[in-house]
């Protein structure tokens, strides 16, 4: 065996039953619906394709301008805009299905009957492996129902637990006071992963107009400027729960994903980071794999392996 497929095997990890060559995935909302994203990157070094939410119906999205960059990141308002199931199902499904690269599908919804329906549709889908249930987009009309409660939340990661055996991840929200009941109840309920953390809901103005930046007023922060906050959030999720953790949350190179790891992910989204540079995740899987041959590590050692300060 030749010492490249020594380095690419130090990147595998797993998520639940789910084997991936690689920690990196696609944040979603930030990478289309389709597999587009693999053209600006070589496929080994992508752990998988985590899709933008798609919705029973078509939605438009909210309206422009829908974001606004500033210094730690950006802030958006999309509003899960997308095509519908149907369009889902018969144009873009297809073409997933021959990409060598495990799709993750993401889910959204009004109603708990919504995310089944996306659930159970998914689950029907030859070209998708697991299914992110997004229970915490701040941008769109009732989106933090399911974010804030645990009991909903809970209601409805069950309800679609028993509709498919594909691995299911639960999108938590950073909007609240503690992310650990939410973990905890995400897990209970049957959740094969949580992915830790969704947008921070934060305001840009324009002071020489007096008005907010963004069409909708609030949008989702993301970027550099979060990382901080998601690493907390991944941490003290991590410490909540035994089932593995997906970080998403400012994540730019390689330091930054060992990082995540260390505080107690398995895997970590990039999004944002990759608007500037969309073959990023192959230049952090390069810079990985020179990083852990140096330190003499491999993921599976670094995970959760952050050593808490003694008080």
Not at 18 to 35: C, I, K, R, Y
Not at 232 to 247: H, K, M, N
Not at 248 to 272: E, N, P, R, Y
């Amino acid at each position: 065996m030749g010492a490249q497929s020594i380095f690419v095997m130090t990147l595998s990890t797993t998520i639940g039953s789910l084997s991936l060559h690689t920690p990196l995935l696609t944040g979603s909302g930030t990478f289309g619906h389709d597999a587009s994203a693999l053209s600006f990157l070589n496929p080994d070094d992508l752990g998988a394709l985590v899709l933008k939410t798609v919705t029973p119906q078509p939605r438009p999205g909210n309206p422009n301008p829908r974001m606004a960059e500033y210094e730690g990141g950006i802030l958006n308002s999309i509003g899960l805009e997308n095509r519908g199931l149907h369009y889902w199902r018969d144009k873009v499904a297809p073409e997933l299905a021959q990409i060598a690269v495990p799709v993750i599908a993401n889910a959204g919804g009004h109603t708990l009957e919504e995310y089944v329906e996306m659930t159970i549709a998914f689950s029907e889908m030859e070209g998708v492996e697991g299914i992110e249930l997004n229970l915490s987009c701040p941008n769109v009309e009732g989106g933090t129902r399911f974010a804030t409660d645990p009991i909903a939340l809970a209601q409805v990661v069950a309800a679609c637990r028993v509709v498919t055996e594909k691995p299911l991840w639960a999108k938590l929200s950073p909007n609240v006071e503690s992310i650990v009941p939410f973990a905890q109840a995400a897990e209970q309920a049957g959740a094969d992963a949580l992915t830790v953390s969704n947008t921070f809901l934060g305001l840009l103005v324009d002071w020489r107009t007096r008005q907010p930046q963004l069409g909708r007023g609030f949008g989702g922060v993301s970027g550099s400027g979060i990382r901080p906050l998601a690493l907390r959030f991944v941490y003290e999720s991590a410490q909540a729960v035994e089932i593995p953790i997906v970080a998403s949350g400012g994540a730019a190179s390689a330091k930054d994903v060992l990082d995540f790891m260390v505080a107690g992910a398995s895997a970590v989204q990039i999004g944002t980071a990759a608007f500037r540079t969309p073959d990023l995740l192959s230049k952090i899987a390069q810079d990985l794999r020179a990083l852990l041959k140096e330190d003499g590590s491999t993921i599976q050692t670094l995970i959760g392996s952050l050593e808490w300060p003694s008080l």
